[in-house]
């Protein structure tokens, strides 16, 4: 007999929402969806760059899928105001019942512009979404997801000692030095939260 169909839908997170320290929802499990990669875009609807899903069909990326409670999106839909939230439930890899609602926010297109010195990525934010995936999926998905987001000639602001990122958390120095190794070996241009 299959499995009942959630009657929650669900999101797909692919960056800090794989993060469950930054957020309540439940259900919380590890997923793929295909045909995706990640990008550090800009909109002009945020000051700073972030990360977003892009259409690739050579591309399957890791991520975290969670309920979202009878289908009340107002909260999530705060948070990711500078996206859309698409359907993804047939791109989705996941152990629910294959009907499950699942959706994905990814910046419009028409509305992503480079990062640059003006709207830098945040580390703090990056911080945040390393951990996510370090907790989630260890050393290698961490590296998996380095390899499959696009962007990283961007300049990164080291805003560690006054995080900015709202939803900023405490890393361990073993944490932060695995972020440094891999900003190091992508040869990434780390800015002065000064300059």
Request: charged share 20%; glycine share 8%; hydrophobic share 40%.
């Amino acid at each position: 007999m299959p499995a009942p169909v959630s009657p929650a839908p669900y999101f797909f997170g692919y960056g800090s929402l794989v993060n469950t320290r930054t957020h309540g929802y439940g259900q919380a499990r590890p997923a793929r969806l295909s045909g995706w990669r990640r990008a550090w875009v800009h909109t002009d609807l945020r000051p700073v760059a972030f990360l977003s899903a892009v259409p690739c069909d050579r591309t399957t990326i890791d991520g975290l899928i969670a309920e979202v409670p009878g289908a009340d999106w107002a909260a999530l839909d705060d948070r990711e105001f500078a996206y859309e939230r698409l359907p993804a439930g047939g791109a989705v890899q996941h152990d629910l019942n294959p009907e499950t609602d699942i959706a994905v926010y990814a910046v419009p297109g028409h509305s992503q512009r480079a990062a640059s010195l003006r709207h830098p990525i945040l580390l703090s934010y990056l911080d945040v979404v390393i951990q996510g995936y370090l907790d989630v999926f260890g050393a290698d998905g961490v590296a998996a997801f380095v390899r499959t987001t696009d962007g990283w000639d961007a300049p990164i602001l080291n805003d560690r000692s006054a995080p900015r990122y709202p939803r900023a958390q405490r890393l361990t120095a073993e944490e932060l030095d695995l972020v440094d190794q891999h900003l190091l070996a992508l040869g990434a241009t780390v800015i002065g939260a000064d300059q």
